[in-house]
């Protein structure tokens, strides 16, 4: 094992600093292949005069002093961007992540690996804050692919620490969340479970509402990078036959996924669910959206399941019905059991069959263009369904709503790659998209408050008064937009 360099960010952490240092000491015995680096974060609480106190004593101790208070992340940046070692290791200071855990870790690495996480195990908290931990971590797994236990307790390859500050060179206008940031790298990373220990003194500076808030910035910082990522390589795309081929190769790949996704086992959210307040509230906003009239002629894009598409029928709406998946088009069928005469379409938006093109008088969307994987190319395709002075109309779930992302990461059955289009579905990007396909007289909605079984109670009538209030408007669940079709 070459030279290891210990970071550990330091904020009010006086009282456990010396027992720290002589554990990490043993861990590491030999002076020469040791650094220890101590980020003070611009704390006065004493945590300055004892990391003095070690400098003095240990010519391996090393102290940066920040000058003004950056958070977490930021100081382990800061340490990683001084450290020198051939393995770099992220702990706290609190002695909950056992420092005798470093060589394991760093034995743990294979040759292509380039972090290996501390797998959190143990009641190192109280069981609220561990609940609320695992699904921080289950959430981050599934949008940044770090190992489900991953936590801020890790061993980084110098490959990884160089990826890593070029990454907070490319978003310099976001705080960083380190452990987002290793998840989107593209570097292998893996897991050792490491018992935690209860912290022995004092508490975490992590209030629940700050830890929620981080929670919050590490997803944040995981859907702005993947964007980013996104309009990188649309950007380098080249013109010409060979950008349609890889277009055409990606859409294929991305309909055979949603496919599998949707036919794996019968989604829980797509079953026809009978009459309900919260189903009819949709159906009521699209139809009052589109001003679909009697005996207007509608197509309802990735119908799936048929959970909207049976009561569009039941209002006597002349809907039919079109989705990607054959195998849900035929379950469609049976829930409606004959009663209703609905045609049935399979295929994909983007390529509509020649026969449905300039026959509609509406076009209607529940819950289905965040699974499209280019928006603004099947909006395009879809303005071409309609009749002159048609209407489009899409029901889709409000990315700033972040009871969304927790759904995705609890929920038996839904994953990233088939839920994470939500993060496509932002106004300003969208209204372009539709304004683009040829549309006027755009409208945008954002509705809702409650989730389905509070909807579907008494409380429900007292959905529509709650959302109406500016403060929390702008992360009301559901966003309902569209437009209409010039008649000329």
Known sequence: MGLVSVVVPVYRNAATLRELHARLGEALPDRDRRELIFVNDSCDAGSGAVLRELAQADRTVVVVELEANRGQHSAVLAGLERSGGEWMVVLDADLQDPPEAIPALIAAAAPETDAVFAGRRGGYESWPRLVTGRACRRLLHLVAGTPVDAGAYVALSRRMVARLLEMRELTPTRAPALVAMI???????????????????????????????????????????????????????????????ATQAEIERHNASQCRYFERAPKSTMIPSGDTRYLNRHVDEALAAAQIRPGERVLEVGCGLGRYTLLFADRGVRVEGLDLSRVQLDQLAEFDAGRHDIPLHQADVLDPPAELLGQFDAVVGMFTLHHIHDIAASLRSTVRLLRPGGRVVFCEPNPFNPLYYVQIALRPGMTWEGDGGIVNIRRRAVSRALADAGLDDLYWKRFGFFPPFLTNSPLGSLERPLESFPLWRGALPFQLFGGRLGSS
């Open 183 to 245: 998840g989107c790298s593209d570097l292998k990373t893996v897991s050792l479970p490491v018992e935690r220990a209860r912290r022995p003194v004092g508490s975490s500076a992590y209030s629940t509402a700050r830890r929620a808030r981080s929670g919050l910035q590490a997803l944040g910082w995981v859907i702005a990078w993947k964007l980013r990522g996104r309009r990188r390589r649309a950007g380098a795309r080249p013109a010409g036959e060979a950008t349609r081929s």
